[in-house]
Protein backbone atom coordinates (compact mmCIF):
# COMPACT_ATOMS: atom_id res chain seq x y z
CA UNK A 1 0.00 0.00 0.00
CA UNK A 2 2.85 2.65 0.94
CA UNK A 3 4.75 1.81 -2.52
CA UNK A 4 1.22 2.43 -4.29
CA UNK A 5 0.66 5.53 -2.45
CA UNK A 6 4.16 6.69 -3.01
CA UNK A 7 4.04 6.44 -7.10
CA UNK A 8 0.78 8.20 -6.57
CA UNK A 9 2.37 11.08 -4.86
CA UNK A 10 5.56 11.41 -7.32
CA UNK A 11 3.49 11.12 -10.30
CA UNK A 12 4.73 13.37 -12.87
CA UNK A 13 3.64 16.70 -13.21
CA UNK A 14 3.44 17.04 -16.77
CA UNK A 15 0.38 14.32 -16.64
CA UNK A 16 -1.75 17.00 -14.27
CA UNK A 17 -4.64 17.98 -16.55
CA UNK A 18 -4.73 21.55 -17.80
CA UNK A 19 -5.82 24.22 -15.37
CA UNK A 20 -6.46 27.67 -16.53
CA UNK A 21 -4.88 29.25 -13.32
CA UNK A 22 -1.89 27.28 -13.40
CA UNK A 23 0.91 28.72 -15.72
CA UNK A 24 1.80 26.04 -18.10
CA UNK A 25 5.55 25.68 -19.16
CA UNK A 26 5.41 26.25 -23.18
CA UNK A 27 7.92 24.25 -24.94
CA UNK A 28 10.01 26.01 -28.18
CA UNK A 29 7.85 24.56 -30.68
CA UNK A 30 4.71 25.85 -28.54
CA UNK A 31 6.40 28.99 -28.96
CA UNK A 32 6.78 28.64 -32.92
CA UNK A 33 3.28 27.42 -33.11
CA UNK A 34 1.66 30.72 -31.25
CA UNK A 35 4.24 32.90 -33.38
CA UNK A 36 2.97 31.92 -36.52
CA UNK A 37 -0.50 31.90 -35.96
CA UNK A 38 -0.94 34.97 -34.46
CA UNK A 39 1.20 36.28 -37.65
CA UNK A 40 -1.53 34.55 -39.11
CA UNK A 41 -4.24 36.49 -37.55
CA UNK A 42 -2.19 39.93 -37.79
CA UNK A 43 -2.30 39.17 -41.14
CA UNK A 44 -5.82 38.57 -41.72
CA UNK A 45 -6.71 41.46 -39.47
CA UNK A 46 -4.63 43.88 -41.64
CA UNK A 47 -6.17 42.75 -44.87
CA UNK A 48 -9.79 42.46 -43.84
CA UNK A 49 -9.31 46.42 -42.07
CA UNK A 50 -6.87 47.97 -44.35
CA UNK A 51 -8.83 48.46 -47.58
CA UNK A 52 -11.80 49.92 -45.31
CA UNK A 53 -9.60 52.64 -43.39
CA UNK A 54 -7.98 53.11 -47.16
CA UNK A 55 -11.61 53.85 -48.37
CA UNK A 56 -11.82 56.19 -45.09
CA UNK A 57 -8.81 58.47 -45.34
CA UNK A 58 -9.26 58.39 -49.53
CA UNK A 59 -12.34 59.88 -48.64
CA UNK A 60 -11.86 63.03 -47.48
CA UNK A 61 -7.96 63.31 -48.94
CA UNK A 62 -7.15 65.66 -51.94
CA UNK A 63 -8.10 63.44 -54.84
CA UNK A 64 -4.33 64.24 -56.94
CA UNK A 65 -2.91 62.88 -53.56
CA UNK A 66 -4.83 59.87 -53.78
CA UNK A 67 -4.57 59.15 -57.81
CA UNK A 68 -0.29 59.83 -57.30
CA UNK A 69 -0.64 56.96 -54.81
CA UNK A 70 0.82 59.65 -51.42
CA UNK A 71 -2.44 58.15 -49.54
CA UNK A 72 -1.07 54.92 -47.51
CA UNK A 73 -1.89 55.01 -43.85
CA UNK A 74 -2.96 58.82 -42.91
CA UNK A 75 -5.28 61.19 -45.11
CA UNK A 76 -3.45 64.26 -47.44
CA UNK A 77 -4.70 67.27 -48.07
CA UNK A 78 -8.01 66.83 -46.53
CA UNK A 79 -10.65 68.55 -48.13
CA UNK A 80 -14.77 66.76 -47.63
CA UNK A 81 -15.48 68.34 -50.98
CA UNK A 82 -16.60 65.07 -52.12
CA UNK A 83 -19.15 64.50 -49.24
CA UNK A 84 -20.50 68.01 -50.04
CA UNK A 85 -21.39 66.97 -53.01
CA UNK A 86 -22.98 63.80 -52.11
CA UNK A 87 -25.32 65.10 -49.05
CA UNK A 88 -26.08 68.64 -51.28
CA UNK A 89 -28.14 66.20 -53.71
CA UNK A 90 -31.49 65.78 -52.33
CA UNK A 91 -31.87 62.71 -53.56
CA UNK A 92 -29.73 61.23 -50.90
CA UNK A 93 -31.72 62.27 -48.59
CA UNK A 94 -34.77 60.17 -49.88
CA UNK A 95 -32.75 57.17 -51.02
CA UNK A 96 -31.99 57.17 -47.29
CA UNK A 97 -35.63 56.90 -46.49
CA UNK A 98 -36.40 54.90 -48.76
CA UNK A 99 -34.04 51.89 -47.84
CA UNK A 100 -34.75 52.51 -43.80
CA UNK A 101 -38.47 51.84 -44.43
CA UNK A 102 -37.89 48.72 -46.95
CA UNK A 103 -35.40 47.47 -44.43
CA UNK A 104 -37.44 47.66 -41.34
CA UNK A 105 -40.91 46.85 -43.03
CA UNK A 106 -39.19 44.28 -44.89
CA UNK A 107 -37.45 42.58 -41.85
CA UNK A 108 -40.24 42.81 -40.00
CA UNK A 109 -42.13 40.78 -42.59
CA UNK A 110 -39.59 38.21 -42.99
CA UNK A 111 -39.08 37.51 -39.33
CA UNK A 112 -42.58 37.38 -38.71
CA UNK A 113 -43.33 34.73 -42.07
CA UNK A 114 -39.93 32.89 -41.60
CA UNK A 115 -39.83 32.05 -37.69
CA UNK A 116 -43.66 30.92 -37.80
CA UNK A 117 -42.65 28.78 -40.99
CA UNK A 118 -38.98 26.95 -39.08
CA UNK A 119 -41.15 26.10 -35.76
CA UNK A 120 -43.99 24.34 -37.84
CA UNK A 121 -41.32 22.29 -39.68
CA UNK A 122 -39.51 21.40 -36.98
CA UNK A 123 -42.15 19.80 -35.40
CA UNK A 124 -42.25 15.82 -35.89
CA UNK A 125 -45.89 15.97 -35.54
CA UNK A 126 -46.60 17.55 -38.16
CA UNK A 127 -46.67 15.61 -41.37
CA UNK A 128 -46.68 17.64 -44.26
CA UNK A 129 -43.26 19.11 -43.31
CA UNK A 130 -41.13 16.94 -45.74
CA UNK A 131 -43.23 18.00 -49.04
CA UNK A 132 -43.53 21.59 -47.84
CA UNK A 133 -39.29 21.64 -47.18
CA UNK A 134 -38.92 19.75 -50.67
CA UNK A 135 -40.77 22.51 -52.12
CA UNK A 136 -39.08 25.08 -50.47
CA UNK A 137 -35.74 24.17 -51.68
CA UNK A 138 -37.13 23.54 -55.30
CA UNK A 139 -37.79 27.18 -55.34
CA UNK A 140 -34.86 28.12 -53.93
CA UNK A 141 -32.65 26.20 -56.97
CA UNK A 142 -34.90 26.78 -59.65
CA UNK A 143 -37.04 29.73 -60.66
CA UNK A 144 -39.08 31.29 -63.03
CA UNK A 145 -36.20 34.25 -64.26
CA UNK A 146 -36.56 37.74 -64.66
CA UNK A 147 -38.98 38.28 -67.92
CA UNK A 148 -41.50 35.84 -66.16
CA UNK A 149 -41.05 37.99 -62.69
CA UNK A 150 -41.69 41.08 -63.78
CA UNK A 151 -44.77 39.98 -65.44
CA UNK A 152 -45.75 38.27 -62.22
CA UNK A 153 -44.97 41.17 -60.34
CA UNK A 154 -46.43 43.75 -63.29
CA UNK A 155 -49.61 41.74 -62.61
CA UNK A 156 -50.06 41.85 -59.30
CA UNK A 157 -49.65 45.60 -59.13
CA UNK A 158 -46.29 45.58 -56.75
CA UNK A 159 -44.00 47.15 -59.40
CA UNK A 160 -43.02 50.06 -58.56
CA UNK A 161 -44.14 50.22 -55.11
CA UNK A 162 -42.69 49.62 -51.82
CA UNK A 163 -43.98 46.00 -51.36
CA UNK A 164 -41.69 44.91 -54.84
CA UNK A 165 -39.14 44.77 -52.01
CA UNK A 166 -41.05 43.06 -49.31
CA UNK A 167 -43.05 40.26 -50.76
CA UNK A 168 -41.15 38.55 -53.23
CA UNK A 169 -38.25 37.68 -51.08
CA UNK A 170 -40.81 37.38 -47.74
CA UNK A 171 -39.18 33.74 -47.30
CA UNK A 172 -35.23 32.51 -46.92
CA UNK A 173 -35.33 28.73 -47.52
CA UNK A 174 -31.77 29.15 -46.34
CA UNK A 175 -32.86 31.06 -43.18
CA UNK A 176 -36.12 29.01 -42.35
CA UNK A 177 -33.44 25.50 -42.55
CA UNK A 178 -30.69 27.41 -39.92
CA UNK A 179 -34.24 28.19 -37.81
CA UNK A 180 -35.57 24.82 -37.80
CA UNK A 181 -32.39 23.52 -37.42
CA UNK A 182 -32.19 25.29 -34.22
CA UNK A 183 -35.62 24.70 -32.86
CA UNK A 184 -34.69 21.09 -33.32
CA UNK A 185 -31.42 20.59 -31.80
CA UNK A 186 -31.86 23.52 -28.78
CA UNK A 187 -35.03 23.46 -27.40
CA UNK A 188 -36.15 20.21 -25.33
CA UNK A 189 -38.68 18.90 -26.29
CA UNK A 190 -39.64 18.33 -22.33
CA UNK A 191 -40.46 21.74 -22.65
CA UNK A 192 -43.47 21.36 -25.11
CA UNK A 193 -44.12 18.24 -22.54
CA UNK A 194 -44.13 20.56 -19.97
CA UNK A 195 -45.92 23.34 -21.84
CA UNK A 196 -48.95 20.61 -22.34
CA UNK A 197 -49.54 19.47 -18.88
CA UNK A 198 -49.87 23.15 -18.05
CA UNK A 199 -52.49 23.86 -20.31
CA UNK A 200 -50.22 25.53 -23.00
CA UNK A 201 -51.29 25.73 -26.88
CA UNK A 202 -48.84 25.38 -29.43
CA UNK A 203 -49.40 29.04 -30.27
CA UNK A 204 -48.62 29.50 -26.20
CA UNK A 205 -45.48 27.25 -26.37
CA UNK A 206 -44.04 29.10 -29.72
CA UNK A 207 -45.11 33.09 -27.87
CA UNK A 208 -44.01 31.76 -24.29
CA UNK A 209 -41.41 29.59 -24.69
CA UNK A 210 -39.67 29.09 -27.85
CA UNK A 211 -39.12 32.79 -28.74
CA UNK A 212 -38.33 33.41 -25.49
CA UNK A 213 -35.33 31.37 -25.75
CA UNK A 214 -34.50 32.03 -28.91
CA UNK A 215 -33.05 35.61 -28.89
CA UNK A 216 -29.61 35.00 -30.58
CA UNK A 217 -30.78 33.52 -33.33
CA UNK A 218 -33.66 36.04 -34.14
CA UNK A 219 -30.71 38.74 -34.24
CA UNK A 220 -28.73 36.75 -36.48
CA UNK A 221 -31.09 35.85 -38.49
CA UNK A 222 -32.96 39.50 -38.53
CA UNK A 223 -29.74 40.70 -39.24
CA UNK A 224 -28.90 38.79 -42.70
CA UNK A 225 -32.29 40.27 -43.27
CA UNK A 226 -31.80 43.50 -42.91
CA UNK A 227 -27.88 44.01 -44.39
CA UNK A 228 -30.10 42.23 -47.73
CA UNK A 229 -32.79 44.71 -47.64
CA UNK A 230 -30.45 47.51 -47.25
CA UNK A 231 -28.03 46.40 -50.19
CA UNK A 232 -30.59 45.34 -52.44
CA UNK A 233 -29.87 47.35 -55.58
CA UNK A 234 -30.92 45.20 -58.61
CA UNK A 235 -34.69 45.17 -57.18
CA UNK A 236 -35.05 48.86 -57.68
CA UNK A 237 -32.85 49.08 -60.61
CA UNK A 238 -35.18 46.81 -62.36
CA UNK A 239 -38.91 47.22 -61.05
CA UNK A 240 -38.84 50.47 -59.80
CA UNK A 241 -38.95 53.78 -61.71
CA UNK A 242 -40.16 56.42 -59.79
CA UNK A 243 -36.68 58.37 -59.03
CA UNK A 244 -39.14 59.02 -55.72
CA UNK A 245 -39.32 55.63 -54.65
CA UNK A 246 -35.38 54.56 -55.71
CA UNK A 247 -33.54 53.09 -52.97
CA UNK A 248 -30.12 54.06 -51.49
CA UNK A 249 -27.86 52.24 -53.48
CA UNK A 250 -29.63 53.05 -56.52
CA UNK A 251 -29.59 56.63 -56.29
CA UNK A 252 -25.78 56.18 -55.00
CA UNK A 253 -25.26 54.59 -58.75
CA UNK A 254 -26.81 57.67 -60.64
CA UNK A 255 -24.76 59.82 -58.49
CA UNK A 256 -21.55 58.24 -59.33
CA UNK A 257 -22.96 57.83 -63.40
CA UNK A 258 -23.17 61.88 -63.32
CA UNK A 259 -19.47 62.16 -61.23
CA UNK A 260 -18.19 60.21 -64.25
CA UNK A 261 -20.10 61.85 -66.74
CA UNK A 262 -17.60 62.18 -70.02
CA UNK A 263 -16.19 65.77 -70.04
CA UNK A 264 -13.41 67.20 -72.66
CA UNK A 265 -9.94 66.05 -73.01
CA UNK A 266 -8.83 69.07 -71.17
CA UNK A 267 -10.52 68.50 -67.58
CA UNK A 268 -11.21 64.64 -68.49
CA UNK A 269 -8.24 63.85 -65.79
CA UNK A 270 -9.59 66.26 -62.93
CA UNK A 271 -13.27 65.29 -63.67
CA UNK A 272 -12.28 61.32 -62.98
CA UNK A 273 -10.53 62.55 -59.66
CA UNK A 274 -13.33 63.90 -58.46
CA UNK A 275 -15.38 60.96 -59.69
CA UNK A 276 -13.35 58.61 -57.45
CA UNK A 277 -13.04 60.79 -54.29
CA UNK A 278 -17.44 61.08 -54.73
CA UNK A 279 -16.93 57.21 -55.16
CA UNK A 280 -15.13 56.80 -51.81
CA UNK A 281 -17.83 59.00 -50.37
CA UNK A 282 -20.49 56.79 -51.48
CA UNK A 283 -18.73 53.75 -50.09
CA UNK A 284 -18.66 55.23 -46.25
CA UNK A 285 -22.62 56.95 -47.07
CA UNK A 286 -23.72 53.27 -47.87
CA UNK A 287 -22.00 50.83 -45.09
CA UNK A 288 -21.84 53.86 -42.34
CA UNK A 289 -25.34 53.01 -40.97
CA UNK A 290 -24.60 48.73 -41.14
CA UNK A 291 -20.98 49.47 -39.57
CA UNK A 292 -23.01 51.28 -36.83
CA UNK A 293 -25.84 48.78 -36.32
CA UNK A 294 -23.43 45.94 -36.07
CA UNK A 295 -21.65 46.16 -32.29
CA UNK A 296 -24.83 46.42 -31.21
CA UNK A 297 -25.90 42.68 -32.47
CA UNK A 298 -22.75 41.50 -32.11
CA UNK A 299 -22.70 39.38 -28.92
CA UNK A 300 -26.11 38.00 -30.14
CA UNK A 301 -24.37 37.19 -33.22
CA UNK A 302 -21.38 35.49 -31.87
CA UNK A 303 -23.79 33.47 -29.61
CA UNK A 304 -26.72 32.80 -32.18
CA UNK A 305 -24.46 32.09 -35.23
CA UNK A 306 -23.72 28.58 -34.71
CA UNK A 307 -26.85 27.84 -32.92
CA UNK A 308 -28.38 26.30 -35.93
CA UNK A 309 -25.98 24.19 -37.17
CA UNK A 310 -26.03 20.39 -37.94
CA UNK A 311 -24.97 18.69 -34.26
CA UNK A 312 -22.78 15.49 -34.98
Known amino acids: MSATTTGAVARNTNDIPWNKHVRQKKTPADWAV ?21 VVIASFSNPNAVAGGEVSLLPKGVTFAGYAK ?8 QGYLNTIIYSVVGTAVNMAVTIPC ?36 KALGINNTMWVFILPGAVSVYNVIVAR ?46 V ?18 QPL ?50 KYFNKG ?3 GAVKG
Open 118 to 153: AFALSRREFKPRRVIMFLFTVTMFISGGLIPNYLLY
Open 181 to 226: SFFETSIPEELHDAAQIDGLSYFGYFFKIVLPLSSAILAVIGLYYF
Open 34 to 54: DFVIVLLLVFTVVAVLYPLWF
Open 249 to 298: QVVLQQLLLVAQGTGTNVNAAAQQQAADQIKFGIIIVSTLPLLVLYPFLQ
Open 305 to 307: VML
Open 228 to 245: GHWNDFMTGLIYITDDSK
Open 86 to 93: VFTDHRIW
